[in-house]
């Protein structure tokens, strides 16, 4: 076991602890090797195995679970999203996870602005219900998609705009939360005069301790506490000391990190929501100027600055989604921009400020026209579509940068400093100098406003010599900070990262304070202890992610890594690109990752498997860790939606890693009946057809449905896709005009064996367009030609690659001269664009995948360039259409929606959903079937079942069909299939069609 990474706790065999939470806790109680490791890291670089977790399904629960964990003498430590920068939620002992169950808005006072949360509530979560009384809690963190009240509470969170809204504890009106002993206490405001107190006795001593510490001790925290705003380093002493209003006891557990107290109830101070706003885009030729700009900036009372750098504008250029944006409000070649915005109640008054804003940076002897360190200005943002991509860019620019597939990875420690905005310029000119000198450079982000820069150097914690440049230049960073009366702490907390360093940044008597509030609280060191006080080295690493003994050997992978480093042909290095930032935890927008969505479990979603993969195969979960029970229950509900190959800051695709999980089981178990009938679909197919009659038994006898459930493990209340014996079988090689524009038509499997219409449309919509249609038989002559997306998702890696290589030596002559080749199914097609080239990297492969357009994407480009000629008329008034997952995750859904627009009076809305839950096999597996049925409750099935019965409900993917058909009786269409229908009614009622390129570039 790795130094660090466990407590001695054996992973066989039940504990008395773990009995006895497992009897008195209904939530989740978790002790096996698998789930502790999916709870020993959070954003951090470290990594402490716990001895256990538990979820608990209440706040009862929770403080029954506290009371169990003490009585047996360990250590617990609360956690919500677990995305904390600096190790706060990483520690031996047991670990309650706040987030799953304990997610309420308890109380909304919408006249005072108030309301009552459970610390597990996300706060994306939490403003989406104040959102319809116009209200939001505004500490608006980039986390904000999962990061959880609690949590945020636990670090003293602070949003981009704590300029206008201050921080976490400038929004905390009161706290419930239990002691480590059990002790239960409302804290909120307290009088110096207790007479009037509503609290127990040791409540009321508590109180008066702390008070009593405060009135000793004021003297010293004015001295030693930064005056900067972004201060949320230790303990907050300074809500302590006598002021005239009354202390707010809550204001010192906020930020205490699980340290104190058991946060039970949070009172939030709410907003109104923000309805008017502008950026001014400030230009600078220089980077010093703009730091050094910021301190007058803010005299104009903005609610945020936010710098954005060389780098960064670089990065968006390069990428297509951003430079449209980047174009239309980037100046000519700034060294940095900053990015003011003002939110005041009416837009007069935001452009008036714009107008100010202008005025000012020409007094500071900014000009578009001066030579290069004072050549700026303002570009003004007013448009709220282009403010949203502006700010999209800002987050996916510093995605862009974190997602280096090299070793080396910016990494968080001195990411958060803050200074006083006069230091800025000559703060941030030193830091560049102490990288350099460290043979490192950062990017720098963020809160100008603040004085609060996002800087993380590029460092490799694999490497001793990197780990030692960490430490020096932590150390010079942070005694620079000291000199500027700065913080070394100014948003994402303390944890192992910054604890050691609070007594050369406060002295030792504030040390003595802060250990005295945590044994006043805490003296048996229950609660999260080593965090805040008596904290560890920073760059001990046995506590590290990557410790010296780190090391994998022997992995042997299917599919091409080499994109990233590492062992396994680059799987490491892939894997490791998991940096713990919990985006896919996400519950709205985008499609990741919708098995989470359905459980809310850590081993459901993309991090946990991440985390899990990593821990496998580098040893640290036994031998054959990665073929094992606990590794497939891991991956089991993982519907290969490729949406965090898209979505994923880091382009974790796990999709593709499930495939080596599952070859890896299947090289070491043999294949289950199941994966065989799944993934031999395509070789079977023509005889069950033939055989239809008697192939669809099954679906009509419940005696064989409940054997195939029995042995094969399909689910009997799933109907199996009917059989038919029409199948698609194509009469000619090549259809259309001999001098029209020549394109290939994969038929998929699934659309030649169970619903050729699709085909057929396709082919008639192509041919009337006046394309030359090739369907070319396999070269071999043999059977028809497949993607090998079946044998794919059952690990059968070998046959895919040979149906991959019959169809390469098919295609290749098309795609070499350059004929599009066009797919239907969406899993299919994008197989070749995807898989093929982890599977074959030679020419021909590149070329067929560079070729391969779904038909929608093909039609689409041919209208764009004005080479469509369809006659198309009017079908309906409405159509509802749904994403298959991976058409998101290769950005061509986008395609649907115009290539229906095309049609005439045709109102084309999308339905915001995730996966439709049948993925593939998935929907069908007994094991499984609860879950895909979940997952399509969440959004599809319901917004089709509202759907007016007239309009269209249009799904490219086969089993989004199925799954719809299923649970809503409503029959959805390909959209080949509409646009044959809009031929017709082009035909029998004939009139110009308005389709046009217009429509898609509008
Ligand atoms: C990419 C990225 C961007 C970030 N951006 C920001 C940002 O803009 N602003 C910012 O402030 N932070 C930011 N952070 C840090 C982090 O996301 C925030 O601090 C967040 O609020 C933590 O919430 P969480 O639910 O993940 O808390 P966790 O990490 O789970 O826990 C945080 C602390 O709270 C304690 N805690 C949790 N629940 C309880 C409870 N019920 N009782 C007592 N203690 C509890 C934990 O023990 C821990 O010490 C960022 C992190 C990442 C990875
Ligand atoms: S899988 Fe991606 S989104 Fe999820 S935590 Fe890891 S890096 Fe973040
Ligand atoms: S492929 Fe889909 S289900 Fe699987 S981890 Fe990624 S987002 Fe989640």
Same mark, same amino acid.
């Given at each position: 076991m790795l130094a660090g990474h466990g407590d001695g706790m054996s992973d066989k065999g039940t504990s008395p602890l773990e009995s006895r939470l497992k009897r008195e806790i209904t939530g989740d109680v978790l002790f096996d090797p698998f789930s502790r490791g999916r709870y020993a890291t959070d954003a951090s670089f470290y990594q402490i195995m716990p001895a256990g977790v538990v979820v608990p399904r209440s706040i009862d629960e929770a403080l029954r679970a506290l009371a169990i964990i003490r009585d047996d003498g360990r250590i617990v430590t609360p956690r919500g999203g677990g995305t904390s920068q600096c190790g706060q939620t990483v520690n031996d002992g047991i670990v309650v996870d706040f987030s799953k169950h304990l997610n309420r808005l308890i109380s909304l006072d919408v006249e005072n602005r108030t309301c009552v949360v459970e610390p597990g509530i996300v706060l994306d979560d939490l403003n989406r219900q104040l959102k319809r009384h116009g209200l939001w809690f505004p500490v608006d963190v980039s986390t904000a998609s999962r990061a959880t009240i609690g949590g945020m509470a636990g670090n003293n969170s602070c949003g981009g &705009? /704590? *300029? &206008?809204?201050?921080?976490m504890r400038d929004n905390t009106l009161s706290m419930d939360a239990a002691l480590a002993d059990g002790t239960l206490l409302h804290f909120g405001e307290v009088p &110096?005069?207790? /007479?009037?107190l509503n609290a127990n006795d040791s409540g009321l001593a508590l109180f008066r301790d702390m008070l009593a510490l405060g009135s000793r001790e004021a003297e010293e925290i004015a001295d030693k506490f930064p005056k900067v705003q972004r201060r949320v380093g230790g303990y907050n002493l300074d809500a302590l000391v006598p002021r005239n209003a009354a202390n707010n006891l809550a204001h010192l557990l906020v930020g205490s990190e699980g340290t104190l107290a058991f946060t039970t109830k949070v009172e939030l101070k709410l907003w109104p929501v923000i309805r008017n706003k502008v950026l001014g885009i400030c230009h600078f030729g220089s980077f010093y100027e703009a730091m050094d700009a910021a301190q007058h900036l803010v005299k104009l009372r903005p609610i945020a600055v936010e710098l954005v750098d060389r780098t960064m504008i670089a990065l968006g250029r390069d990428i297509a989604m951003f430079a449209p944006v980047i174009d239309a409000t980037v100046r000519g070649d700034p060294d940095a921009l900053l990015i003011v915005e003002f939110a005041e109640e009416d837009q007069p008054d935001n452009l008036q400020k714009l107008r100010q804003l202008s005025e000012l940076m020409s007094d500071l002897g900014f000009g578009w026209n001066h030579p290069q360190r004072k050549c700026g200005g303002v570009v003004d943002v007013v448009e709220p579509a282009t403010q949203t991509a502006i700010s999209d860019f800002r987050t996916s620019g510093l995605n862009v940068m974190m997602s280096m597939k090299q070793e080396g990875k910016p990494v968080s420690f001195v990411e958060d400093c803050a200074v006083p905005l006069p230091h800025l310029a000559d703060y941030t000119q030193r830091l560049n100098t102490i990288f350099a000198r460290h043979g490192t450079r950062g990017t720098m982000y963020a809160h100008a406003s603040e004085g609060c820069l996002h800087v993380r150097p590029v460092l490799n914690l694999k490497l001793e010599k990197d780990v030692k440049a960490m430490r020096a230049i932590a150390e010079e960073t942070f005694a620079m900070v000291r000199e500027y009366k700065g913080s070394h702490s100014g948003e994402h907390g303390d944890g192992i990262v910054r604890s050691e360093f609070h007594e050369t940044m406060f002295g030792p008597r504030i040390i003595a304070d802060f250990r005295e509030v945590k044994q006043r609280f805490d003296p048996g060191r229950v609660l999260n202890p080593g965090k805040i006080v008596d904290a560890p080295k920073m760059d001990d690493r046995s506590l590290f992610r990557y410790p010296p003994d780190y090391r994998i050997t022997g992995l042997k992978t299917a *599919?091409?890594? /080499?994109?990233y480093p590492g062992a396994g042909g680059g799987f490491q290095g892939a894997v490791e690109m998991c940096n713990n930032n919990g985006a896919c935890r996400k519950l709205e927008g985008g499609v990741m990752c919708p098995s989470y969505r359905a459980t809310r479990n850590e081993k459901d979603v993309t991090r946990g498997r991440a985390n899990t993969l990593r821990l496998a195969i580098s040893g640290q979960l036994g031998p054959d860790a990665l073929a094992s029970d606990a590794m497939m229950d891991t991956m089991k509900l993982c519907v290969s939606c490729k949406a965090c190959r898209h979505e994923c800051p880091t382009g974790v695709d796990m999709a593709k890693m499930k495939i080596e999980v599952l070859a890896a089981r299947n090289a070491k178990h043999g294949l289950s009946l199941r994966d065989a009938l799944v993934g031999f679909l395509p070789r079977y197919a023509p005889l069950f057809a033939r055989l239809a009659p008697i192939a669809n038994w099954r679906n009509k006898s419940p005696l064989l449905r409940a054997l195939l459930e029995r042995v094969a493990g399909i689910s009997a209340r799933r109907a199996l896709p009917a059989w038919r014996r029409d199948i698609f079988k194509s009469e000619s090689e090549v259809f259309g005009p001999a001098d029209g524009s020549e394109v290939v038509l994969f038929a998929d499997t699934f659309n030649r064996a169970y619903e050729r219409e699709n085909l057929d449309a396709a082919l008639r919509v192509l041919v009337e367009g006046g394309y030359r249609v090739h369907l070319p038989r396999a070269a071999d002559n043999g059977r028809p030609l497949c993607c090998g997306r079946t044998f794919l998702s059952a690990g059968m890696v070998d046959h895919a690659r040979i149906e991959l290589d019959r169809l390469v030596e098919t295609y290749a002559p098309f795609a070499s001269r350059g004929v599009p080749i066009i797919g239907l199914e969406p899993s299919c097609l994008l197989t070749l664009r995807d898989e093929l080239v982890s599977l074959r990297s030679d020419a021909s492969a590149k070329a067929i995948s560079a070729q391969a357009l779904l038909f929608e994407e093909f039609l689409v480009r041919e209208a764009a360039s004005g080479r469509l000629r369809l006659p198309l008329g009017r079908v309906a008034n409405k159509a509802l259409v749904h994403g298959h997952c991976h058409q998101k995750s290769f950005g061509a859904f986008t395609s649907v929606e115009q290539v229906l627009r095309l049609i005439p009076d045709l109102d084309v809305e999308t339905i915001e959903s995730s996966c439709c839950g049948m993925a593939g096999a998935f929907g069908y597996g007994a094991d499984t079937y609860q879950t895909s049925i979940e997952m399509a409750e969440l959004s599809l099935l319901p917004a089709v079942r509202r759907a007016d019965a007239a309009a269209l409900v249009v799904a490219d993917g086969t089993s989004c069909r199925h799954q719809i058909k299923d649970g809503t009786s409503h029959s959805a269409l390909h959209v080949a299939r509409v646009l044959a229908m809009s031929l017709d009614s082009a035909r029998s009622n004939p009139h110009p069609s308005p389709h046009a390129k217009e429509t898609i570039h509008g």
């Open positions: &705009r /704590s *300029l &206008r809204y201050g921080t &110096r005069d207790f /007479s009037q *599919l091409d890594w /080499s994109a």
